[in-house]
C-alpha cells in the first residue's frame, strides 16, 4: 500500500471546474476569474457564476437577484422553531438546526433532480443570512426584522441584524466579505460535503456537512478566533510579546498560515485594504493598527525561529472587517457560511454529475 500522508497534503483528490489555487504565486480564480476582479461585482452575479458556471447577463441578473429576494423570506413556524434553539457561544450550532428544518420544509428535498437542486441552492443561499440574523434576534428576545428586498444581500443581512440599512462602505464591506468567502476548492469544509454527496445524499444534508466542519478553530472557527485575539491583545504596543509568548508555547494564532498559500493568501490583501478604508471612514484605527502589528510581528518572529515568513490568511482581516461592522462574535462563524454556501452548493452539482463514491484507504497499524 502507498505511503500515508497526514492531512492529505498534497493529495489532488479529483478534478474541478469551480475554482483554481496556485499557491505559490498566490493567485485565486472562480471559474477562471482572478479574486480581485470578482471582489468588484455584487455577491448575486458572483453565486450566480458559481453555481451556474459561467456570469449571467443583465437579464439573468435581474431574474436570479428577484428570485433571491422572493426566497428570503422564512416562515411563522421556523420562527417559532428559532426561539427555541437557544444557542450558546455558537449561532452555528443552532443555525444547522434551522437548515435542517428548512429541509424537512422543503417539498423538493428529496428530489435529486439537477432543477430541483438548483432551486434547494437558491433557496439556501437566500435564507441563510435571513436565518441567522432571526436567530440572533430571537437569542435576544427580539422580533426579526423582515428582509428588504431594496437592498443588496450584503447591506440586507447588516439590516436584519441592526434594524437600520448600513452605511454604504459597510454593505460594500460585506459584500465583499460574502464573495471572498464563497469558494476555495477543497478546503476542509467543501472536502466534507463532497463525501457525503458522493453517497448521493440530498444537498441539504451535505451543506449541513459542510457547515459542521467549517465550525473548527482551524478552519473557519479561525474568523471569531482573529475577533477574540483582537480583544485579548487590546493595543498595538502588545502585538510583539502576544505573537512570541504564542510561538515560545507553541501556540497556533489564529488568522495565520494556510495549507496551500506559501506566499501569501490573496483574499487577505483585499480584505486589508477594505478594512483600512472601514478604520478610515469610522474614524477608529484601533483594530487595524493591532492587526496590523500582529501581521508584521508574526512574519518578523516566524521568519526568525523558523527561517520561514507566515502570512495571514482569509480569516485574519475578515476578523478585523467583522469588528468594524460590530458583528457579534457569536455569529462569526455562520457568516462566513453564508458566503461559502454558494460554493458548496456548485461543488455538491460537480459531485453529483460525475459521481463515484469517495472512499479511500486507511494503513492498518
Ligand atoms: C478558512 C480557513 O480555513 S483558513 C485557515 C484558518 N485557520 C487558522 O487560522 C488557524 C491557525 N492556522 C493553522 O492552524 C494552520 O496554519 C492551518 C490549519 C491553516 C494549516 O495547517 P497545516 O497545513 O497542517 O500546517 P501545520 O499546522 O502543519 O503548520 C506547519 C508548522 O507551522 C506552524 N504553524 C502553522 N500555522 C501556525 C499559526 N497560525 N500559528 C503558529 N504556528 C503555526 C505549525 O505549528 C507547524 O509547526 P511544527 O512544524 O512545529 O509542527
Ligand atoms: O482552503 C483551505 O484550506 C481553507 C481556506 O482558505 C478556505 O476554506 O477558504
Known amino acids: 500500500m502507498q505511503e500515508t500522508k497526514k492531512g492529505l497534503e498534497g493529495i489532488v483528490a479529483l478534478d474541478t471546474s469551480i475554482s483554481f489555487i496556485d499557491g505559490m504565486q498566490g493567485i485565486l480564480k472562480y471559474r477562471g476569474l482572478a479574486i480581485e476582479q470578482l471582489a468588484e461585482m455584487s455577491y448575486d452575479s458572483v453565486s450566480y457564476l458559481l453555481v451556474n458556471g459561467m456570469l449571467p447577463n443583465d437579464q439573468e441578473l435581474a431574474a436570479y437577484s428577484f428570485r433571491l429576494k422572493t426566497e428570503r423570506r422564512i416562515n411563522g413556524e421556523m420562527i417559532d422553531i428559532m426561539r427555541v434553539c437557544n444557542y450558546?457561544?455558537?449561532?452555528?450550532d443552532s443555525l444547522r438546526t434551522a437548515i435542517s428544518c428548512t429541509a424537512q420544509m422543503d417539498h423538493e428535498n428529496d428530489n435529486n433532480s439537477l432543477e430541483a437542486n438548483k432551486n434547494k441552492a437558491i433557496r439556501l443561499i437566500?435564507?441563510?443570512p435571513t436565518m441567522l440574523a432571526a436567530l440572533y434576534r430571537c437569542k435576544k428576545g427580539e422580533t426579526p426584522y423582515l428582509p428588504d428586498?431594496?437592498?443588496?444581500h450584503g447591506a440586507n443581512f447588516l439590516y436584519m441584524l441592526r434594524g437600520e440599512a448600513p452605511s454604504a462602505i459597510e454593505a460594500e464591506a460585506m459584500e465583499k466579505d460574502f464573495i471572498i468567502s464563497a469558494e476555495h476548492e477543497l478546503n476542509p469544509s467543501t472536502f466534507a460535503l463532497r463525501i457525503t454527496a458522493s453517497t448521493l445524499a440530498d444537498v441539504y444534508s451535505a451543506i449541513i456537512t459542510g457547515l459542521c466542519t467549517l465550525k473548527g478553530p482551524l478552519h473557519g472557527g479561525a474568523r471569531k478566533g482573529v475577533m477574540e485575539m483582537l480583544d485579548e491583545v487590546?493595543?498595538?504596543e502588545n502585538?510583539?510579546?502576544y505573537v512570541l509568548h504564542k510561538l515560545a508555547s507553541k501556540q497556533k494564532i489564529m488568522g495565520f498560515g494556510h495549507r496551500v498559500y506559501r506566499t501569501g493568501d490573496p483574499r487577505s490583501r483585499?480584505?486589508?485594504e477594505m478594512a483600512r478604508r472601514l478604520a478610515d471612514e469610522k474614524g477608529d484605527p484601533t483594530w487595524y493598527e493591532i492587526a496590523e502589528s500582529l501581521e508584521h510581528a508574526m512574519y518578523r518572529e516566524f521568519l526568525e525561529m523558523r527561517g520561514r515568513?507566515?502570512?495571514?490568511?482569509?480569516d485574519f482581516?475578515?476578523?478585523?472587517?467583522y469588528k468594524y461592522l460590530d458583528i457579534p462574535l457569536e455569529l462569526a462563524t455562520s457568516v462566513f457560511a453564508i458566503g461559502r454556501v454558494s460554493g458548496w452548493t456548485a461543488h455538491c452539482f460537480e459531485q453529483y454529475m460525475d459521481n463515484r463514491v469517495i472512499r479511500p484507504r486507511a494503513h492498518y497499524v
Open 149 to 152: 428586498d431594496n437592498l443588496s
Open 270 to 272: 483585499i480584505f486589508k
Open 239 to 241: 502585538a510583539n510579546a
Open 309 to 314: 515568513p507566515m502570512y495571514p490568511n482569509v
Open 88 to 92: 450558546g457561544t455558537e449561532a452555528l
Open 126 to 128: 437566500a435564507k441563510l
Open 234 to 236: 487590546g493595543n498595538p
Open 317 to 321: 482581516y475578515s476578523g478585523v472587517i
